[in-house]
């Protein structure tokens, strides 16, 4: 028997002696990414605590994690994106994880040959300890960066008040974007793949648009989002409503002030048109006797004079 066969045979025992009690979980084993960008591949890991050497709990302890690319079992002297032995790892390719429980690896700036199945290998102070599953994920890299809008809505006609999410999407992923958002040709603040508009006024009409932070060629397709003002069959929300009552107080007050105004003018012309025969009522309302008098005395002094003129 070779070697290399001894070796490979040996492996697949620890592996599958390991495989009681220690696990490595992928919570998703296949996802797309665009080039260019990043992508984590999250990944949970439970060692062997200890192992029975002929009754003996031998203790172990994980000395070594590594990921490959495309390789079974990710062994000996496979090569590897990350060892943790290693200190020349390519620094596209970060361990977020940890010795004991995470080893989740994010990959940068993904290219084209990153389209593989990664596995994640731990290495304990013990070869029992040593666990691979084979399992891995596959990573498949698309090379179109088409990125697309898509609505929470189907309408793309939205009435007041409604709330849609723009989610701002690649071919293959939905998470993990970073984005740069547009409305109208001008950047939004957010960034993230998910765009929520609250309580829509006309304000948030207009054409959006989204690209990748990094890489501003993969500009979407403009999505024109439209706010009709009161189109929709739905109540006008609680602002709309005040404003309605509001409008009806003030015409109410409008009405109440217009319609004093017009009895008030109304009086005031019947004061004007009944000026003379208030005056003489008034002149009439002057003590009888004075007003003789006076008519008396201006009629005598009319009188005097008039004769006394007329005299002369
Ligand atoms: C291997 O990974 C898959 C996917 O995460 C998981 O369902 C399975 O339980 C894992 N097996 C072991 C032995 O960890
Ligand atoms: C990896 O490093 C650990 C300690 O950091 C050491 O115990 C182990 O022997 C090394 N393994 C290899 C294959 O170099
Ligand atoms: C693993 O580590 C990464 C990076 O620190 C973190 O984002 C992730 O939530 C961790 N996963 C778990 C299961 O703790
Ligand atoms: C949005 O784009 C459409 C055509 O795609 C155009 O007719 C419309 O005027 C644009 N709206 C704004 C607010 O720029």
Known sequence: ?????????????????????????????????????????????????????????????????????????????TPSVFDSNST?????????????????????????????????????????????NTTGVTVRVDDSTKIIIISSSDDKKLSRGETVTLLCASVCTFHQLEVTWFKDGHGLSETGPSLHLYSLTAEDSGNYTCALKKNMKTLSEPYSLQEEAGAGGNLPPIPGVVFVVLLAVIALILFIIKSIL????????????????AELWRTSATPPSTSHRKNRRAGTWARARTPSSTRQ
């Open 1 to 77: 028997m070779a070697v290399w066969d001894k070796n490979l045979l040996w492996s697949f025992m620890f592996l599958l002696a390991g495989a009681v009690g220690q696990t490595v979980i992928y919570p998703f084993t296949s996802t797309c990414a665009v080039r260019g960008s990043t992508v984590t591949l999250p990944c949970t890991f439970t060692p062997l605590k200890s192992f029975s050497d002929g009754g003996r709990e031998v203790p172990l302890k994980i000395v070594r994690v590594r990921w490959c690319q495309n390789h079974e079992i990710c062994q000996g002297s």
């Open 262 to 277: 017009v009895t008030f003018t109304a009086t005031f012309k019947n004061k004007k048109t009944n000026r003379k025969p």
């Open 88 to 132: 020349n790892n390519d620094p596209r390719y970060q361990y977020l994880g940890d010795m004991k429980t995470n080893c989740t690896l994010q990959i940068r700036d993904v290219q084209q040959g990153d389209s593989a199945t990664f596995r994640f290998r731990m290495e304990a102070d013990h070869p029992e300890g040593h666990f691979t």
